[in-house]
């Protein structure tokens, strides 16, 4: 069970990743990113291709697959979604779904839907002892990667004046404004960095799970989940309702397999049932 | 009006504001001269709040002319204008959970020729010293209305527009609010306030323009305004 629950911890620190990027850009932009799980996908097969390819090994990945999709993030906000910003939001809604799709079929086209492998980096290919149980060396590295880069974002977030700034920006844009402060310049960079982790979370995935076009698709609708879960605007409440909800369908998966795949949302209708805002989430930020 | 040399810090002429379809302000024109402090008087969903969302860049839909300091901003920006010295208090104080006393003091930057320092803040709000270093939403209404003030005052902001800052809150608390802004105009700061309490009103402001149905339909001075502020009592359905 201990066991089971490490697994849940290690799915946890993506969905963490994932909700944490999701979360910076709805809260900064308003904008709900239905192509995240498609960044999380290209992040994979962005680490398979250079390894492929290019010979670039997982370590050089970890760094470059983030830097660069980051970019290709702030471009894409340049371009388009600063453009449909002002129209209603169901222009973004739209576009950042369809954008899921071409991205999905471009990779689906050059490399079929089947997965591809993706070795572990030699030196993680071992296990670590965990005292009650052995544990598979890549996966104590995932969960480890993931919970320094939240807290890293956690300790700019609170201690910096930039964090304070997206903290203000994210729970109220337009006040936030009004107070002076230059809200959509900083709009570029966090969706770039939003973009950047939806990467991130791709490269780490490429080792242990299968890489495949559908593989971000199937995964970002449990990423909503956790968002809501979390309360839509809340950051911390997203990472906090990340490795929650890891944990707690890695354990549903060992007493009720049969509720495997919809644990989470019936989750999620409790959660809203109870608190409309999500745990974190502050009432007003629905109206 | 008294007398300005330099003419009106705030000048509104033939302001139209909408929602959607519905137009909810109709050819305002106002003057706030420097120094002055002027109310906005008027029943809910007389068009009060979204007048001052206009002068902020807030409002999505407008059109007339805003100048300030003598210049035209109506195509700036929300977040220019505050730097020009627009210091918005806004009816639900704009007060951030995510965001420490401290923090919400020190968010905006400097937008004046004299911003407060933090310690005369303190001093003047001793209060909000010590619960500096709590989440924002934590203090209590009458803390957070002083918090959205202090903060507007901490920018140096040379006109503050205050949306209903008394609402709700005791007569207590309305007396140190009615305080500060007299503070505020003895070191020559404009104030532009919403107020539905007529009565606090004339114990703070110069002027007043009531405001109905996204119209002015009067401005009076504050003596003529204590005459009749049973006859506008009444007309306010207050
Ligand atoms: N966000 C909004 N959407 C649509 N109508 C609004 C909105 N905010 C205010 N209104 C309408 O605009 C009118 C003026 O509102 P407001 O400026 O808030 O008035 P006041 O501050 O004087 O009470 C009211 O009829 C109100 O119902
Ligand atoms: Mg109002």
Redesign the interface.
């Known amino acids: 069970m201990l066991q089971q629950a490490f697994n849940g911890l290690v799915g946890g620190a993506f969905y963490a990743l994932l909700a944490l990027g999701l979360a910076v850009i709805f809260g900064m932009l308003g904008v709900v990113n239905f192509a995240h799980g498609a960044f999380y996908m290209l992040g994979a097969f962005g680490s398979y291709v250079l390894l492929d390819s290019f010979g670039v090994n997982f370590w050089a990945a970890l760094v470059l697959v983030p830097l660069l999709l980051g970019l290709a993030g702030t471009v894409l906000e340049r371009l388009f979604i600063r453009r449909l910003a002002p129209l209603d939001p169901l222009y973004n809604f739209l576009f950042t779904f369809g954008l899921a799709l071409i991205l999905q079929d471009l990779v689906k086209r050059e490399y079929g839907v089947q997965s591809q492998p993706y070795p572990r980096p030699g030196l993680l290919s071992g296990t670590v002892d965990l005292g009650l149980f052995g544990y598979p060396a890549y996966q104590v590295f995932v969960l480890a990667v993931s919970v320094v880069v939240c807290a890293a974002v956690w300790v700019v977030l609170t201690r910096t004046r930039v964090g304070?700034?997206v903290?203000?920006a994210?729970?109220?844009p337009?006040?936030?404004?009004?107070?002076?402060?230059?809200?959509?310049r900083w709009v570029t960079p966090v969706f770039g960095f939003g973009i950047a982790l939806a990467g991130l979370a791709g490269v780490l995935a490429a080792p242990m799970r299968a890489v495949n076009p559908l593989m971000g698709a199937d995964l970002i609708i449990t990423v909503f989940a956790v968002v809501v879960i979390g309360g839509l605007g809340s950051i911390f409440g997203s990472v906090a309702a990340g490795f929650a909800i890891g944990l707690v369908s890695a354990l549903g998966n060992l007493y009720v397999p049969a509720l495997s795949q919809t644990l989470v949302f019936i989750l999620m209708a409790a959660v809203l049932l109870w608190r409309p805002a999500g745990l974190f989430g502050?009432e007003?930020a629905l109206s | 009006m008294p007398a300005t040399d330099s003419g009106p810090i705030l000048s509104v002429t033939g302001l139209s504001a909408w929602y959607g379809e519905a137009q909810v302000l109709r050819e305002v024109s106002i003057e706030v001269g420097q120094g002055e402090i002027v109310t906005l008087v008027g029943r809910n969903g007389a068009g009060k709040t979204t007048l001052l969302r206009c002068l902020?860049?807030?409002q999505g839909r407008y059109s007339g002319g805003i100048a300030f300091l003598g210049s035209d901003i109506v195509r700036l920006?929300?977040?220019r204008?505050?730097?020009m010295g627009l210091g918005?208090v806004?009816d639900?104080r704009?007060v951030?959970?995510?965001?420490t006393v401290e923090?919400n003091l020190?968010?905006?930057?400097a937008?004046g020729p004299d911003p407060w320092p933090l310690a005369r803040v303190y001093e003047t709000f001793p209060r909000l010293k010590e619960r500096r270093s709590f989440p924002g939403t934590k203090l209590s209404g009458g803390e957070q209305q002083m918090l959205a003030l202090a903060?507007v005052l901490r920018?140096g902001a040379r006109l503050l527009l205050c949306d209903e800052p008394t609402e709700g809150l005791s007569p207590l608390i309305v007396g140190q609010i009615g305080d500060i802004l007299r503070e505020v105009k003895r070191q020559g700061t404009t104030v532009l306030l919403i107020e539905q309490n007529v009565h606090f009103a004339a114990t703070v402001a110069d002027r007043h323009y009531l405001l109905a149905e996204g119209r002015v339909v009067e401005s009076l001075r504050n003596d003529e305004m204590r005459e009749r502020e049973h006859e506008l009592l009444d007309y306010l359905g207050i």
């Open positions: 304070m700034i903290r203000a994210t729970e109220r337009d006040l936030t404004r009004a107070l002076g402060i230059d809200v959509g502050r007003e | 902020m860049g807030l920006p929300a977040h204008r505050a730097r918005y806004p639900d704009g951030y959970s995510t965001l923090e020190t968010l905006p930057p937008a903060r920018m």
